[in-house]
Nanobody, 122 residues
């Protein structure tokens, strides 16, 4: 089993930056592909970014491309989502997930964190 805990969310003004962390425990995530998703109130969960097990491959949603960067630190068993140039429409609960495919589909991920709230004020 893999337990995932997100942190780093908060309130930020438009144009600001945040770095989300997703710390894993229970087993190493070095062999897992990791994804970031978000869910805004009244909306479905949507794909944000994914990074493969080696860190060599990343994929981003068009809405965040060029503003968000996913990375991972195997020594810390942690993945990160650096978010810059934040917009009010980025407001959502952000979730990290671990799975066997670096995919934009939520069904590819087996383990999920509890989420961290990101609120961007205009």
């Amino acid at each position: 089993q893999v337990q995932l805990v997100e942190s780093g969310g908060g309130l930020v003004q438009a144009g600001g930056s945040l770095r989300l962390s997703c710390a894993a425990s229970g087993r190493t995530i070095s062999t897992y592909d990791m994804g970031w998703f978000r869910q805004a109130p009244g909306k479905e969960r949507e794909f944000v970014a994914t990074i493969n097990f080696s860190g060599a491959y990343t994929l981003y949603a068009d809405s965040v491309k060029g503003r968000f960067t996913a990375s991972r630190d195997s020594a810390r068993n942690t993945v990160y989502l650096q978010m810059s140039s934040l917009k009010p429409e980025d407001t959502a609960v952000y979730y990290c997930a671990a799975g066997s495919s670096a995919s934009s589909s939520w069904s590819s991920y087996n383990y999920w964190g509890q989420g961290t709230q990101v609120t961007v004020s205009s």
